[in-house]
């Protein structure tokens, strides 16, 4: 298993289950209220860690109860917490997430996220140099994320970014990129593409890009710029907050495997993470992903 050290955004989700979603200006009863851990980067270090994956996460916590509660519940996930600090005065970051039926709109208020810096990041400049591969998205500032693909690139190590949420990326961050992992309106917007226009960027970075397309599974170009789909695994959602985390968190743990088997793997973690509440709540271990895998073997197309 790949080791994995992942820079990012640690929150607390409050999440309110509605019937559906409000109207600008309504007020709607919801149906039940729960917390639960999340934050992009938190919710890949968790995915990567019940997959077996040894893994160090770089990011910061408020000098609040969540703070505490969010750092020791990934210590208890057996990910190294060395790197998460805590900022004075400060509140955690903190995700609030409407749910309706089985989809999701999210606010998200960064809190100490906001403070993680490039600093932050070159003080653990050693975990750098101890992973396999590197993973990141945008919850936390843009410089501090650029000075992450930096030292990754200078240690010869693969940097994969998830560029959620969407912002444009710079050309020069884009060179730093070993494999970006956007949906099709993330893809659009990291490259100021027209969102339609996914195919062409594929093939404008053979082995770069793996787009995630929900239901369609993921799609890449291999290096001979031919366009492949990883299909998905059909299940149960019941909650798809966290699923694209999952995803990210399982390639980066089965990076070693190469990007067809890893991207395999991943849309099944994917999956099996939607069948259970909240955004760590249906990451699968090992085990449960093999035994899901093997409930599938030899089921073809829609059964699948
Ligand atoms: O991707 C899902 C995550 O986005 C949630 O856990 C929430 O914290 C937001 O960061």
Redesign the pocket.
Known sequence: MSKVLVVG?I?M?LVAQVDQFPRLGETLFGQSFAT?H???G??QAVAAARLGAEVTMIGRVGDDAFGQELKTSLAAEGINTEWISSSANTAS???M?TLAGSDNA?I?VPGANADLTPADVIAAESAFLAADVVIAQL?SPLATIEMAAQLAQRHGKPFILNP?PAMPLSAELLKQITLLTPNEFELSIALGTPENAWQAALQHYPGQILMTAGQDGAWYTNAAGELQQQESFAVHAVDT??A??TFNGALAAFWHLGLSEASRLACAAGALSVTRAG?QGGMPTLAELNAFLDGVQGKTGDEK
């Open positions: 955004s929150n989700d639960h999340g934050g992009k938190a919710n970051g903190i995700a997430i999210i998200v919850e959620a907050t966290g694209g985390d955004a």
